[in-house]
């Protein structure tokens, strides 16, 4: 931004820390007091102005300090901040608690969900998305109107899956079945990968088609979703929520559904980014004014999915960042560590 001088993007920075750690808007007086700043009141009030014009500050009442806005917190995220770096202790105490943890990945993710909220002090949210072989066991064909067709796939775990098709309109249920019998021949006691390999070798176009929609239909219910949330009590704590309005909108905004709604829509919007950092309603259509998001994705793509921190726009990124990132970094080793010894061990997690 051309109107940020070292001058303004000083001022900015300390507006930003200053606010992050009291909650308090910042006054032209308290900076000038800075000797880094070595500034009159009169010149930082000045500063503050022109940082007011181009959208980076507000003032929340008709005296007194600054506050930033969410552009302000996005330009200090993406041009001025420094990250907090993850000292050793931490490192011990946090690898210490997670090794301390019996069992596989479902047991450690809700560890890991209440490391990560005592330590930033805000929403922690993990979801986690795991892969599974289903076969199929049988195919139906069903005539409905006569012009649509009732697919329904049962699964080897006896899960049911239906779907309406605009297909075979010129059969009935007896010529449907004999359809079914001879998909049943073909595809059952093969996985969704098997299925579309074979549908390689169809010429058939219609019978491709239907056999693809099997194929969707079963890696589906391959791909299972959890959800593991902690920290709701401690982020209600900050005073963004100090009157029972406000506590209790909040409480709404985190509901478990939601944000897992809000986390994947985050990180699969097609950016291809590992980690992102989202502030208020204009970097997300998705999130609300207000609300800023910390994510990171983790692997392997088998075990996969996403670690963020939910919580109000004054959120100390450089701190929450690394953070999030380095315990994105732990899980996917963990994974990796777990799939290894299940290998080894001929067992599955």
Not at 23 to 48: G, Q, Y
Not at 55 to 61: A, I, K, R, S
Not at 109 to 133: C, D, M, Q, Y
Request: hydrophobic share 40%; glycine share 6%; net charge negative.
């Amino acid at each position: 931004m051309n109107t940020l001088t070292e001058r303004r993007a000083a001022i900015l920075s300390l507006v930003v820390a200053e606010y992050i750690r009291t909650a308090e808007p910042v006054s032209s007086k308290f900076l000038a007091d800075m000797s880094e700043l070595s500034v009159s009141p009169a010149t930082v009030r000045n500063e503050f102005a022109l940082l007011e014009a181009n959208g980076l500050l507000t003032h929340p009442h008709t005296s007194g300090g600054r506050i930033p806005t969410e552009n302000g917190y996005r330009t200090y995220v993406e041009q001025l901040m420094f990250e907090e770096p993850i000292v050793e202790e931490e490192r011990i105490t946090v690898e210490h608690q997670l090794h301390q943890a019996a069992g596989g990945v479902d047991e450690l993710l809700p560890l890991v969900s209440t490391i990560l909220a005592s330590w930033v002090g805000n929403v922690a949210i993990i979801t986690r998305r795991s892969e599974k072989k289903h076969e199929l066991l049988q195919v139906q064909l069903v005539d409905i109107s006569g012009d649509t067709t009732l697919l329904v796939c049962v699964l080897d775990d006896g899960t049911v899956k239906k779907k309406f098709l605009a297909i075979y309109p010129y059969l009935n249920q007896t010529l449907l079945n004999q359809h079914a019998n001879a998909l049943n021949e073909l595809l059952a006691g093969l996985t969704s990968l098997e299925i579309r390999s074979l549908a390689k070798s169809t010429t058939d176009l219609e019978l491709l088609d239907l056999i693809s929609v099997i194929a969707d239909l079963i890696a589906e219910e391959n791909m299972s979703e959890n959800t593991y949330l902690d920290g709701i009590e401690v982020a209600l704590q900050q005073p963004e929520f100090s009157n029972q309005e406000s506590m209790l909108e909040a409480m709404g905004y985190l509901s478990i559904y939601r944000l897992e709604r809000l986390i994947n829509s985050v990180m699969m919007d097609g950016r291809g980014l590992s980690t992102r950092i989202v502030i208020g309603r204009d970097d997300d259509e998705n999130i609300s004014t207000g609300w800023s998001i910390v994510a990171s994705k983790y692997g392997p793509d088998t075990s996969s999915g996403v670690i963020a921190v939910v919580g109000p726009t004054r959120m100390a990124y450089g701190y929450v960042l690394p953070r999030v990132r380095y315990l994105a970094g732990l899980i996917t080793q963990l994974n990796r560590d777990l799939s290894r010894k299940n290998i080894l061990d001929g067992s599955d997690d």
